[in-house]
């Protein structure tokens, strides 16, 4: 029991040093938001708070936009994760639980277009875009990542390893419709997945630079990255300023990580026990 205890010990502050580490870039962050941009990239570098907040503040938001790229960056996220969480569990259960014709051909290319680099198809998507009429609007940042690959492949293998057959047959003697086993079943089941996706889609919207740098190049309709990208620039360089934007930036990703991190444990371990 003793070796035992100091085992747990020793894994548990190993753990927490790994976790020091990898807080402390999201610490500094926060710390030189705190420093006038001049003495930002001093020597020794500064770990403590400084007394720059107030002139960052007022030189961000004098600068640009901050609160409008603000809800841009928040509102096409949250159309884009709540978009690809319906169609790609929806996408998923037709592919995990259903048999139609060149249903594998379609799922392998479906898998096939990770292996695609995205800015291969930045020239002909931008022409599609013009030609819809499109540009300057969210559609180009949201419409893409409703059926994502990556989205399809994650809830497809949930789906296999967490929605049993014998559900569904029950649901259908007790008379609902496929869309009704879609929407009673197979969504609350597929929560822990979907919150994985959720995530990862609003993480992946909330930091897209490229696209909206492409699409929105008007400053008022442009999202967060794209606006402090303006601050680091040689004519409007202010590092404290920017370190300030970005360090609110991350307010909204650390709060929907801390508010999903049962679902996201609960999606990691679901499956590793076999009943």
């Not at 047959?169 to 996706?197: Q, V, Y």
Request: aromatic share 16%.
């Amino acid at each position: 029991m003793r070796g035992k205890s100091i085992a747990r010990f020793f894994i548990g502050l190993i753990l927490f040093l790994f976790s020091l580490i990898f807080a402390f870039p999201f610490y500094y962050v926060f710390v030189l938001a705190t420093w006038p941009g001049s003495r930002v990239l001093e020597f020794p570098p500064h770990l403590f708070f400084g007394q720059g907040l107030k002139e960052n503040f007022n030189i961000l938001f004098s600068r640009v936009p901050y609160l409008t790229n603000f809800m841009n960056s928040l509102g096409i996220a949250v159309v884009s994760t709540v978009t690809a969480i319906f169609f790609c569990t929806m996408a998923g259960f037709a592919f995990a639980k259903y048999q139609f014709k060149f249903k594998k051909q379609l799922y392998q290319f479906v898998i096939a277009t990770l292996a695609i680099p995205g800015f291969l198809n930045i020239v002909p998507f931008y022409k599609m875009m013009v030609a819809f009429g499109w540009m300057n609007t969210w559609l180009p940042l949201v419409v893409p990542g409703m059926a994502g690959a990556f989205g399809i492949f994650l809830m497809t293998q949930f789906m296999e390893n967490s929605l049993p057959e014998e559900i569904l047959e029950a649901g259908r003697i007790d008379g609902l419709t496929e869309f009704g086993l879609l929407m009673k079943i197979a969504f609350p089941l597929a929560k822990p997945g979907m919150a994985i996706l959720g995530i990862i889609t609003f993480i992946g919207s909330w930091n897209s630079f490229t696209s909206a740098m492409i699409f929105l190049p008007n400053v008022k309709k442009t999202t967060l990255p794209v606006a402090l990208s303006m601050l680091n620039s040689r004519v409007d360089n202010n590092m404290g300023a920017l370190m300030l934007g970005t360090a609110l930036s991350l307010v909204p990703l650390i709060i929907v990580f801390i508010a999903f991190s049962k679902q996201i444990i609960a999606g990691l371990t679901a499956g590793a026990v076999k009943s």
